[in-house]
């Protein structure tokens, strides 16, 4: 079973740029689609970004495209957002979640999650 830990959070201001890093333990990660998610306090799980388990295919809310990147490195079993031109409304915990093989913006599909890490973007 793979066992997933996000870190890179923090406190930025707007424009800022941060890079989250979501780490893997166990076997065959490179098996495994991975999906970034957000939950802003009061609001539901929201979709971010979702890459392949071979990197070839990702997709992206609408909300971060052009200024998020999710890219995948598999010999050091890390899956990375970068985030660029970050936004108050970026504000939030932010998730990975592990699904075999292939990418999902649905949040229902990931049965293995990290803990979650903070990202608060405030002048």
């Known amino acids: 079973q793979v066992q997933l830990a996000e870190s890179g959070g923090g406190l930025v201001h707007p424009g800022d740029s941060l890079r989250l890093s979501c780490s893997a333990s166990?076997?065959?990660?490179?098996?495994?689609?991975v999906g970034w998610f957000r939950q802003a306090p009061g609001k539901e799980r929201e979709f971010v970004a979702t890459?392949?388990?071979?990197?070839?295919?990702?997709n992206y809310a609408d909300s971060v495209k052009g200024r998020f990147t999710i890219s995948r490195d598999n010999a050091k079993n890390t899956v990375y957002l970068q985030m660029n031109s970050l936004q108050p409304d970026d504000t939030a915990v932010y998730y990975c979640g592990a699904r075999a093989f292939s990418l999902s913006n649905d949040a229902a599909d990931y049965r293995i999650w990290g803990q979650g890490t903070q990202v608060t973007v405030s002048s």
């Open positions: 166990g076997r065959a990660f490179n098996a495994y689609g």
């Open positions: 890459i392949h388990y071979n990197g070839g295919e990702k």
